[in-house]
């Protein structure tokens, strides 16, 4: 399965700053059971109604349940939910 969390950050933020600091929290997913790969898309659009990154998870349904109680999501969340505008959880085959 994909997981996908699509991220639009608040306008206030310098989030390209922070893509290496993203980039090390998703690397630690790699290493949950069940998860297969990391990917992190960034937007190439610089319209105000775009959101930011989105990040791709490729797991198992096990995986989701391993992910969703995992240290590198609640650090993603401690560290970065505060500087979210929006974001949308997609899941799909």
Do not use: Q
Not at 14 to 28: A, D, M, P, R, V
Not at 32 to 51: F, P, W, Y
Request: charged share 35%; aromatic share 10%; proline share 1%.
């Amino acid at each position: 399965m994909r997981h996908f969390i699509i991220t639009k950050f608040k306008k206030d933020f310098n989030y390209k700053s922070e893509l290496e600091n993203i980039t090390k929290i998703f690397e630690k997913v790699k290493d949950i059971e069940g998860v297969e790969d990391v990917i992190i898309h960034t937007s190439n659009s610089t319209r105000e109604n775009r959101s930011h990154i989105m990040i791709e998870i490729i797991l198992t349904n096990e995986g989701l349940k391993n992910y969703d109680i995992s240290e590198p999501h609640h650090e993603w969340k401690d560290t970065y939910g505060e500087y979210i505008e929006s974001k949308a959880i997609f899941d799909c085959e």
